[in-house]
């Protein structure tokens, strides 16, 4: 399995960016999908997760309100929509895909099996 996680960039703070996770390799419509962040010298960040049906989602309280997971299961894609942007929210952003379906916490990384190679983005105030 293979993700192509795209959408990152620079923008200023209150702007709004899309991610998209692609996957190839493996159809992901039956598997849960999550968004992690990561700043240079601290640990993966969760901000959320879509489960397979597309119904249920999940978010860190930071980006409640502020930021959407959809999926596509048609064309094998996963979106973050970010809204409302902040300064720190500046980081790597990183889609990864449970594949095992473990018991482990949906926010936690080691649930995740496989992982895109990850988008920066940029929020100058």
């Known amino acids: 399995v293979q993700l192509q996680a795209s959408g990152g960039g620079l923008v200023q703070a209150g702007d709004s960016l899309r991610l998209s996770c692609t996957a190839s390799?493996?159809?992901?419509?039956?598997?849960?999908m999550g968004w992690f962040r990561q700043v240079p010298g601290k640990e993966r960040e969760f901000v959320g997760a879509?489960?397979?049906?597309?119904?249920?989602?999940y978010y860190t309280d930071s980006v409640k309100g502020r930021f959407t997971i959809s999926r596509d299961n048609a064309k094998n894609t996963v979106h973050l929509q970010m809204n409302s942007l902040k300064p720190e929210d500046t980081a790597v952003y990183y889609c990864?895909?449970?594949?095992?379906?473990?018991?482990?916490?949906?926010?936690?990384?080691?649930?995740?099996?496989?992982w895109g190679q990850g988008t920066q983005v940029t929020v100058s105030s």
């Open positions: 990864a895909a449970d594949l095992s379906r473990t018991m482990t916490p949906i926010s936690s990384a080691t649930r995740y099996d496989y």
């Open positions: 390799g493996h159809t992901l419509s039956g598997y849960l």
């Open positions: 879509i489960r397979s049906g597309g119904t249920r989602t």
